[in-house]
């Protein structure tokens, strides 16, 4: 009995031992579980960040893409606008020149025109003056006074005149 107890009782520290073998090994793969999900587990959180990160660079790209596409059409609109107004510009300056050249081309001829016409008149009424002189004194330096207000008018238009000619060649 001594002997068989003997035996029952290695044979049961035997299973012990086996299952303490076979407890330690399943704590082994139970702790190497535990780390593998702990990796999944860091892995999934990166990823989850990592997704989160992206949608926010989205929203940030789809506003600054709306952002640019409206600065691009006030830049369009702008540009056509200014388009327009330089397009008024050349028409304006082309008006403007051949105005120059015309003027230029009369610059001396309304000057001339009008120094004759006065000249005339003075003389008309420097020989109405002349012949009446005896018995229209009165008469003849009242026309006297015309002639020369004439000839002053006649200057004052010159020179107003060539003023003009003179601002239009600075243009």
């Known amino acids: 009995m001594n002997g068989n107890l003997e035996s029952e009782l290695d044979m049961l520290h035997e299973e012990i031992e086996e299952y303490r073998i076979r407890g330690e090994k399943l704590n082994s793969e139970l702790h190497e579980r535990s780390n593998d999900f702990e990796l999944w587990e860091a892995e999934a959180t990166t990823f989850y960040f990592d997704l989160q990160a992206s949608s926010v660079r989205e929203v940030l790209f789809e506003n600054k893409v709306h952002e640019l596409t409206?600065?691009?059409?006030n830049l369009e609109d702008e540009s056509a606008s200014k388009s327009i107004k330089i397009q008024q510009m050349r028409e304006r300056v082309s008006f403007l020149e051949s105005e120059i050249g015309g003027l230029k081309a009369l610059r001396f001829h309304p000057t001339k025109r009008l120094s004759r016409e006065?000249?005339?008149k003075y003389r008309t009424s420097y020989q109405a003056h002349n012949e009446d002189h005896t018995t229209q004194q009165q008469g003849a330096t009242d026309e006297k006074r015309t002639a020369v207000s004439n000839l002053r008018l006649t200057k004052n238009n010159i020179f107003?005149?060539?003023k003009k000619v003179e601002q239009l060649h600075f243009y």
């Open 70 to 73: 409206g600065v691009c059409e």
């Open 118 to 120: 006065n000249q005339t």
């Open 160 to 162: 107003f005149l060539n």
